[in-house]
């Protein structure tokens, strides 16, 4: 039996590596420039590029690449060799300090929503020196941001630092406001959950919806779904185990802390959890996570869906990003200390999150939206696409005494006094869990729910540091002028409470009278699709406060919009299309093939007995015949609708007529063909159902 321990981490160049086979001074110049963000000169590249290199090809590596993540939502790399030709006509293996630090990819494939256009045609990445180079198969991985030669960026990594940026600047205000001096930085940390589905790939094989768009567009529901919720930390059958088995160490070798993994409620669904990190490491290690359970996948005959909607009326996938923030030192700022000095830093931080989510729900609902979410938010699942906050019943109390200003009468009595005023102390409350808020404190951290599985969990956080980095600049532009500390301390804990308190619920997310409580008493937003949200990116609101953090420029922004709008559009197309080919090449046949035999049937059962009143055949026929002139209307129609679109004036013009029209009649069409299905001899039915899809896996 290997030892994890002997293994994990063993493809990368990590800390252990760097200290290992760098010089003493090298090795901390760079630490410098991980840590505290310090330049890298070139000598010191060109030190840790030879490092990195013979380290690399001792482990088998024969190229490199510069791995980055473009707005499409996967990673891109492109492989260059080491080798360089020697003058006695052999080649030598070389990497230069330059080569790691700048790359130039053909950027003109990568979306890139008008920017290259307006600045510079070529794109560039460059290393960043916070995630750790890895090897994949014979190839070392350099993790790099991609942005234009006008210094744009093109992909979510860079917003990404800017935010995390942006996030350490303000709390560190704070901290210092508050006489933590030491504190060099702060950082976040994030956990993010990722269900999954798993299919056989055989089955796979024979779904052209599924192939082409991940997910299924027609299928009528199982005689067996999840009503019985038996899957659930069920027994994992044998399959799927020897799965997880390789998966965990493919992923432990990559220094990925895979940590838990059950099943999920669905049949077919299961989820993995790797223990928290960095947000920007945590991020790098989520898309290779989603990499690596697709090519483990395929080695044991099976294919993971990551799409957050893949079956009909059976829950969608989502992925939980668990968030805290912490101090170098190891200070988790969103734990309620042990004494009441602590605990009010802690209400302050907790406040900037309340306050940030609240001013903000937009962006968040944003962040995660995408055609595939959109099934799962604002639909009839859970989380909806109202942004709430769970805080759980002693925590609800203490800031409801603040407000109020009374004592709190929580377990602990002891109180403090702060200035004039009163500051409850209080313990950390671990054991109240709400499993249905869109945005829930968990004791000593956030877990943000509404991200979808198969998206960069980038977006969302960009948008979270910003915003939470925007109320602690207000907190601290005030603090810092401030004659009574104390005073202006309580008075905006307890402003910030009264201001923001209807965005907290406590109650149950799924439940039909919270969203009409959220949106008519409390004036919460609800948008429930892509193109409802994704204009709102360019509000005047969050352009001001995106771009005063730095974190995007007003281009990178409607770039972005413009990008995000694209997606939405062209993947609902993808699956129009998909349909259109599906009743037309594979359903209408099937049914048609079904009537005939029906007809032959009929017509020999009256050449034995005419006198039969009830004929089951010709019944059957009636219905299916009908059905299947709805199928053809119905395809005609979302056909008709399809080519609207072309007279699009433009992306959000294009967008919105998909969300009125298009799914509309995509809905229609799969309702005839789901109703065939179940009326049409199994062995004519052209490929798998749902069935079959998800109790395949043994
Ligand atoms: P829960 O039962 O609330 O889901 P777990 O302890 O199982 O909590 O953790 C779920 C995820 O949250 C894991 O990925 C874990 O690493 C992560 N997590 C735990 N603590 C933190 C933290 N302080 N910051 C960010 N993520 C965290
Ligand atoms: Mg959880």
Not at 132 to 154: D, M, R, V
Not at 194 to 215: A, N, P, V
Not at 413 to 433: A, E, H, I, S, Y
Not at 550 to 576: D, G, H
Request: proline residues 4%; charged residues 25%; contains cysteine.
């Amino acid at each position: 039996m290997k030892k994890v321990s002997d293994f994990f981490g063993c493809k990368v160049f990590d800390d252990r590596v760097m200290k290992a086979n760098l010089s003493a001074k090298v090795y901390q110049s760079l630490r410098k420039t991980i840590d505290e963000g310090a330049k890298l000169d070139i000598g010191v590249a060109n030190a840790v590029a030879a490092a990195m290199k013979d380290w690399a090809v001792y482990h088998g590596a024969t190229h490199y690449t510069h791995w980055f993540q473009p707005l499409t939502g996967v990673t891109a790399e492109k492989h260059d060799s080491f080798i360089s030709p020697s003058p006695d006509g052999g080649v030598i293996m070389e990497f230069s300090g330059k080569e790691l630090i700048k790359g130039e990819p053909d950027a003109s494939s990568f979306p890139s929503g008008g920017l290259r256009a307006t600045f510079e045609a070529r794109g560039y990445t460059a290393w960043d020196p916070t995630s750790y180079a890895f090897i994949k198969g014979n190839t070392l991985c350099i993790p790099t941001a991609f942005c234009s030669y006008g210094g744009e960026a093109l992909d979510k990594k860079t917003p990404l630092l800017r935010s995390m940026e942006a996030l350490n600047k303000q709390a560190i205000r704070i901290l210092h406001l508050f006489g933590n001096d030491d504190v060099k930085c702060v950082r976040t940390s994030v956990g993010p959950e990722q269900e999954y589905f798993l299919i056989t790939k055989e089955m796979y094989e024979q779904r052209r919806d599924i192939r082409f768009t991940g997910r299924t567009l027609f299928g009528a529901k199982p005689p067996k779904g999840q009503e019985m919720d038996d899957h659930y930390f069920g027994v994992i059958k044998p399959r799927v185990a020897a799965y997880m088995e390789e998966l965990n160490e493919e992923l432990w070798k990559l220094g990925i802390l895979a940590k838990t993994e059950h099943n999920e409620v669905a049949p077919a669904q299961h989820e993995l959890a790797p223990i928290y990190t960095t947000t920007n490491i945590a991020t790098d290690h989520n898309q290779l996570t989603m990499e690596i359970m697709q090519k483990v996948a395929a080695k044991h005959g099976l294919v993971c869906l990551l799409h957050e909607k893949p079956f009909a009326g059976v829950n969608g996938s989502g992925k939980h990003n668990n968030w805290s923030l912490a101090t170098d030192g190891g200070v988790n700022l969103l734990s309620p200390g042990e004494t009441p000095y602590e605990n009010a830093q802690f209400l302050l931080f907790l406040c900037a999150v309340i306050k940030a989510v609240d001013d903000y729900q937009d962006l968040l609902r944003l962040s995660v939206a995408t055609a595939g979410n959109d099934h799962r938010l604002g639909a009839n699942e859970a989380p909806p696409a109202v942004i709430s906050i769970f805080l759980g019943e002693e925590l609800n109390a203490v800031l409801e005494a603040i407000e109020t200003g009374t004592p709190y009468a929580g377990t602990e009595k002891t109180q403090m006094k702060l200035g004039v005023d009163v500051l409850p102390k209080f313990n950390r409350d671990t054991t109240d869990r709400n499993r249905t808020s869109p945005f829930a404190f968990t004791g000593n951290k956030f877990e943000f729910r509404m991200l979808g599985s198969s998206n960069s969990i980038a977006c969302a956080n960009i948008m979270l540091n910003s915003a939470v980095a925007e109320s602690l600049k207000i907190y601290a532009d005030r603090l810092e002028k401030a004659e009574n500390f104390e005073d202006v301390l309580h008075e905006m804990i307890r402003k910030t409470i009264k201001d923001h308190k209807h965005i907290i619920f406590n109650g149950n997310g799924y439940d039909d009278t919270w969203i009409k409580e959220a949106v008519e008493r409390r004036g919460l937003l609800n948008y429930r699709t892509t193109p409802d949200c994704m204009p709102h990116l360019l509000d005047e609101k969050n352009v001001r406060m995106l771009t005063s953090h730095k974190v995007f420029s007003e281009a990178e922004l409607k770039s972005r919009c413009e990008i995000m709008l694209e997606n939405y559009c062209k993947t609902v197309l993808i699956e129009a299309n998909t349909m259109i080919d599906m009743a037309k090449t594979e359903i209408a046949p099937a049914v048609s093939a079904y009537v005939l035999e029906l007809a032959n049937t009929a017509v020999a059962k009256k050449a034995v007995d005419d006198s039969i009143s009830r004929n089951y055949e010709t019944e059957l026929m009636k219905k299916l015949v009908r059905l299947e002139e709805q199928i053809a209307i119905k395809t005609d129609e979302l056909e008709e609708a399809v080519m609207k679109l072309k007279g699009a004036e433009d992306v959000e013009a294009e967008s919105y007529m998909i969300r009125d029209a298009v799914l509309g009649e995509m809905g229609e069409l799969r309702v005839a063909c789901d109703e065939a299905e179940t009326m049409t001899a199994k062995k004519y039915w052209p490929f798998p159902t749902y069935g079959d899809l998800l109790f395949g896996v043994k």
